[in-house]
Each structure stands twice: as structure tokens, then as C-alpha cells.
């Protein structure tokens, strides 16, 4: 249904930006925008 591929494609998405976060060190300014670091 709608709702299992949604459910789905976030659970995707949350293991492919675990696996950026092994290679980048993500962190937030204080206006919430990301800052990466290598």
C-alpha cells in the first residue's frame, strides 16, 4: 500500500544517510543548516 512504501522509502533513506554519516561528520550551525566535515 501507499503507506508501507513510504514507511519503506524513509527506512531507505535513513540507512543510506547512516552510511554518509561513517564517511562525514555532520553537524548543524545554529540556523539548523548542516556544516559537513570530512
Same mark, same amino acid.
Given at each position: !500500500?501507499? =503507506?508501507? @512504501?513510504?514507511? &519503506?522509502? =524513509? @527506512?531507505?533513506?535513513?540507512?543510506?544517510?547512516? &552510511? *554518509? &554519516? &561513517? $564517511? *562525514?561528520?555532520l +553537524?548543524?550551525? $545554529? !540556523?539548523? +543548516?548542516? *556544516?559537513?566535515?570530512?
Amino acid at each position: !500500500s501507499g =503507506a508501507d @512504501f513510504h514507511y &519503506q522509502d =524513509a @527506512f531507505c533513506w535513513e540507512m543510506l544517510l547512516l &552510511q *554518509i &554519516q &561513517q $564517511r *562525514i561528520d555532520l +553537524r548543524f550551525d $545554529r !540556523s539548523g +543548516r548542516p *556544516i559537513c566535515e570530512k
